[in-house]
């Protein structure tokens, strides 16, 4: 009979160290002989237990927030997904998985040799179980893992959406922008800021929770020396593999060039072109033959944003629903494909977009 090996690792509520043990399996059904080969247990260096103990503490309210949200979000996530089958007459068993992307609370991509993360939320677990659908999730750390950025991840899915249109550059604004090149390898990166600077800059000046189709930045004039400072953030100039989110991009980051000494209209209009300007000198330098940008995301929506992107280039620029593909639906439809890959055990990641050290299968799989 054959014998299978597994690891079982876990650290107790003692925080004292890591137990490890090495279990053998005979047989494969309830007759199965298991026994324990071998077994350690680890201290963990000081540093590593002390930030451990502290996450445990109950009087640091912040993990059971982040606890609470992870749950809530994942039975949202579960919950929305079982009405929209309702909705469209479709049965669960229908559907072969559900690639889960949750919500990004912290990316810290950082450098080579830092203890980089990113953490993405909404429990796959209540998400599986309340669907009745295999659900994959957590798709961004295995490439971290491998020495990766974590992100961009989509370009593979660009170049897989838009087979048919050569020599194009997908540009993806949320609140970050990222850039696929549609080459025969697929390469990309984070831009930097897309909507986030200025939707914050419209909420704390009263007009709501974004600048509707860029007509308040159109109404302002760009400032030629605040704009010269913020894209002289080493961000700009730091060469690929890279990523960024809201935690180097915010109110904050704004704040430290004083933009309070100029009229609110005309910083927002300096924001657009800030946007506009570090996507379009990024693609100078790394895909200057290619004369055609498709947009997708919420960006799109903002004629006066594409202007000053075809102002700062003389490219092509147009939305992706042109070319009849729902801008909305993109990101969420390539968590769908990331899923797909990983059932089938295919990669999902680019080493030459991440930086990592090779291919990898992503997502962990959460049976339905």
Request: glycine letters at 10%; a negative charge.
């Amino acid at each position: 009979m054959q014998k299978h090996l597994f690891l079982g690792t876990i650290s107790g509520t003692s925080v004292d160290g890591l137990d490890i043990a090495l279990l053998a399996v005979e047989g494969r059904n309830e007759n199965s002989q298991i026994s324990i080969l071998q077994a350690d247990t680890i201290e963990f260096p000081d540093s590593l237990a002390s930030e451990l103990r502290a996450l445990a503490n109950p009087s640091q309210g912040e993990l059971d927030r982040l606890g609470y949200a992870d749950a809530t979000l994942g039975e949202f996530i579960g919950q929305t997904c079982r009405q929209f089958l309702t909705t469209h007459s479709l049965h669960p068993g229908a559907i072969t998985a559900i690639g889960s992307h949750g919500q990004t609370v912290r990316h810290r991509p950082g450098k080579a040799g830092e203890n980089r993360f990113s953490l993405q939320i909404g429990d796959p677990n209540r998400i599986a179980e309340i669907s009745g659908i295999t659900t994959i999730a957590d798709f961004r750390r295995r490439d971290i893992a491998a020495g990766g950025q974590g992100a961009p991840l989509v370009p593979p899915f660009h170049k897989a959406l838009f087979a048919n249109t050569d020599h194009a550059v997908v540009l993806n604004i949320g609140g970050i922008s990222n850039v696929s090149i549609l080459s025969d390898t697929p390469s990309g990166y984070d831009t930097g800021p897309g909507n986030c600077l200025m939707d914050e800059w419209c909420q704390q000046h009263g007009h709501g929770s974004y600048d509707a189709d860029g007509r308040w930045a159109a109404s302002g004039t760009v400032i030629a020396d605040l704009l010269q400072c913020l894209l002289s953030d080493p961000y700009f100039s730091t060469p690929t593999p890279k990523s960024t989110g809201r935690e180097y991009f915010h109110a904050q980051w704004l704040a430290a060039h004083e933009p309070e000494k100029f009229a609110p209209e005309d910083v927002q209009a300096t924001l657009c072109e800030l946007t506009a300007r570090c996507t379009i000198d990024a693609l100078v330098r790394s895909a200057p033959h290619l004369g055609e940008i498709i947009v997708c995301g919420g960006g799109r929506l903002n004629s006066n944003l594409l202007k000053r992107l075809r102002d700062s280039s003389g490219w092509d620029v147009r939305s992706c629903d042109d070319l009849g593909i729902d801008g909305d639906a993109i990101e969420a439809a390539a968590f769908a494909w990331f899923a797909h890959q990983t059932i089938n055990a295919q990669p999902s990641n680019e080493p030459a977009v991440t930086g990592a050290t090779g291919y990898r299968v992503l997502g962990a799989i959460y049976p339905g």
